[in-house]
């Protein structure tokens, strides 16, 4: 996939959609299979494990925020989408593998803005103008999820890139997905989502880019294990030396930890716990360092070998530092966090 500079395997794409991945968070009336996200995110853990070329992430926060304006009501399922297609048909569309979602957020609150057609009616297109953060799997989605500020804060738009909207592949250093610049001018979009609705795909967003991650990591330190036994150097496996056998648990430490934020974190934005904005962010914020540290181990215990292209371990670091910054790396995650907690400090609660 990486040499054809096509980033998208249609094949396994499709077997993923026949077994039911692209609705495991849909209700069972719906055609989903009515789980939830804690089942999500161990889905995008095996993904992470095999960087598969599969746009899955931003193709089922799509769906799911979708489906949610519907629910809610800051959507209709009959509203214009773009093209031919309205929200409902386009939610079928997702689900069945059929088009490709993907989510633009930027670090910039005000990056894309919002301008209102006429009125101040929810239920109505708006006008997008401005330049998102690159956007993973923009140059082969069919809908997007755009984060655009307005009058009442960042809220959520969709719409719909035709063919030639569609940016092209920028040469990124992951080789594993396709990344566009989301270029902005007057595009009519479908407003399905307040400043609350906003935040809460952003916990999902943080969640499942956390569990992509720790899915990679896991992967990374099994593979270092396995060279460490293997590598053989003065007549000895190097996993007998100290200062590999260091490395190697300092990463499994690592591991571990992101694990359990992952984990709790898809737990409780999952169950809409009332600390789901803080433990998303937490989840972040370490599995995003921890990703860095474990591809740097992993770098070091294979040695030269780890550098080169024909071995898996280059595919991984690449995949894991475009995850770290997707949704908000762990600089904007840490302030995040302290905007959340700041004001519990600040009336004498308890921060957890």
């Known amino acids: 996939m990486a040499d054809s500079g096509y980033f998208f395997d249609r094949e396994l794409w499709a077997a993923m959609a026949a077994q039911g991945w692209l609705g495991v968070g849909r209700p069972v009336e719906d055609g989903g299979l009515g789980l939830g996200l804690v089942e999500t995110s161990l889905l995008c853990e095996s993904i992470g494990a095999r960087v598969a070329p599969v746009p899955f992430l931003g193709t089922v926060l799509a769906a799911d925020t979708l489906a949610a304006a519907v629910a809610t009501h800051e959507a209709s399922a009959d509203d214009p989408l773009g093209g031919t297609d309205d929200l409902g048909a386009t939610l079928t569309r997702l689900a069945a593998g059929e088009a490709v979602g993907a989510i633009a957020w930027s670090r ?17 297109q708006w006008l997008l103008s401005g330049r998102a953060d690159p956007v993973v799997d923009a140059p082969v989605c069919d809908v997007v999820i755009v984060f655009a500020v307005t009058d009442s804060g960042v809220c959520l738009f969709a719409l ?47 969640t499942l880019s956390a569990a992509e991650m720790l899915g990679g990591a896991r992967r990374v330190l099994d593979m270092s294990v396995q060279y460490a036994k293997d590598r053989v150097q003065f007549d000895r496996p190097i996993g007998s030396f100290q200062a590999v056998k260091h490395r190697c648990a300092d990463m499994l430490v690592d591991v571990e930890g992101m ?17 789901a904005h803080a433990a998303a962010s937490v989840a972040k914020v370490w599995c995003s360092d921890a990703s860095a540290r474990v591809m740097a181990g992993g770098l070091q215990v ?26 908000g790396d762990a600089t904007v995650h840490r302030e995040r966090l302290a905007g959340i907690l700041r004001p519990r400090a600040e009336k004498g609660e308890p921060v957890l």
């Open 160 to 206: 719909t890139p035709g063919p030639e909207d569609r940016p092209g592949p920028e040469p990124a250093m992951d080789r594993t997905r396709a990344v566009g610049w989301l270029d902005l001018d007057r595009a009519p979009a479908l407003r399905i989502g307040s400043a609350d609705a906003a935040a809460a795909l952003l916990d999902r967003g943080a």
């Open 302 to 327: 294979h040695g030269g070998i780890g550098f080169t292209w024909e071995h898996d371990l280059h595919l991984f670091v690449k995949r894991a530092q475009l995850d770290q910054v997707r949704f």
């Open 259 to 275: 694990q359990s934020s992952a984990y709790f974190a898809a737990w409780t934005v999952g169950a809409d716990h009332v600390d």
């Open 108 to 124: 910039r609150p005000d990056a894309v803005v919002a301008h209102p057609v006429d009125g101040s009616s929810s239920r109505q």
